[in-house]
């Protein structure tokens, strides 16, 4: 298979990929580590009069941070965040989604940004970011803008990003004191897309209390799903095995994904219960907290 005709574009810098976008709109395509543009160039389901490369463009790649968040560069390599010790540190749940995304070849070739921009509601970044409720900075020639997840994802691998704009970083807060996280995923075989992930985040007070929670799910909804209404059921009371129980039940009775060959809509259902409870015994079990049995863990 052979892509399409199109114009290659090299630009050295932001503002020079940010004027390819603005000239050409809707008709450029951005290259960054090409692991879902190619493939669909190739298929010719995507046909690009202009491909603008990302892969010299200095400024849009690294690991840091400011003001409180883990800023991400939307050029970092996948495996680089991967294997980042800041990211391990700052946002273990970040560092644990990781490894899920296919394999390590494509994460040496994947970036941060691509993925997001790509807005595969199979996909982990989006569940974790959306967990986190992260940052997702777009710029182009206009200036920057900066979106929650509920706003940058907007449907089936369809973001708010204007043909325009670039997604030039990720901002997600550094995890807290006495605060637990876990990403669980069941797939069909390691390293394709998660029939359901599940992304989690418990926080407690120094009594073992939970104060804050998140949950967030990837494969059951044209974008990712934030189970609110589950997170703040679990709010004021012990993260004890009861408390995940309800909260699962709460998930799985408020998704309704679609079925496919690879799985069923009850299928994945039930799976967002069950990972969502034992993502939640994880996370509980890393906070630092009082467990259910009112021993210091």
Partial sequence: MKPPRFDYVLPRGVEEALSVLAQHGEEAKVLAGGQSLVPLLNFRL??????????????????????????????????????????????PLLAEAMPQIGHTQIR?????????????PAA????????????LVLQ???GRRVLTPEQFFVGYLTTAAAPDELLV????????????SAF??????????????????????????????AIALTGVGPTPVVAREAARALVGVRPVPAAFEEA??????????????????????????????????????????????????
């Fill in 46 to 91: 995507v046909r690009p009069a202009y491909l603008v490369d990302l892969n010299d463009v200095d400024g849009l790649g690294g690991v840091r941070v400011a003001d409180g968040r883990l800023c991400i560069g939307a050029m970092t390599r996948q495996r680089a965040v991967e294997t980042s010790a800041l990211v391990r540190e700052r946002c």
């Fill in 248 to 297: 699962g039940r709460r998930v799985a009775a408020g998704v309704t994904p679609d079925g496919d060959l690879h799985a069923s809509s009850e299928y994945r259902q039930h799976l967002a219960g069950v990972l969502t409870r034992r993502a939640l015994a994880r996370a509980a079990e890393r906070t630092g907290g009082r467990g259910a049995t009112g021993e210091r863990r």
């Fill in 184 to 213: 669980l995923e069941v797939s069909r075989r390691h390293g394709d897309f998660a029939l359901v992930g599940v992304a989690v985040t418990l926080t407690v007070d120094e009594a073992g209390v939970c104060i804050a929670g």
């Fill in 169 to 180: 970083e990720v901002r997600l807060p550094v995890t807290p004191p006495r605060t637990g």
């Fill in 124 to 135: 982990e970044l989006p569940a974790v970011v959306a967990a986190l409720g992260g940052e």
């Fill in 140 to 142: 182009s020639a206009r």
């Fill in 108 to 120: 040496n070739r994947g970036t941060i940004g691509g993925s997001l921009a790509h807005g595969d």
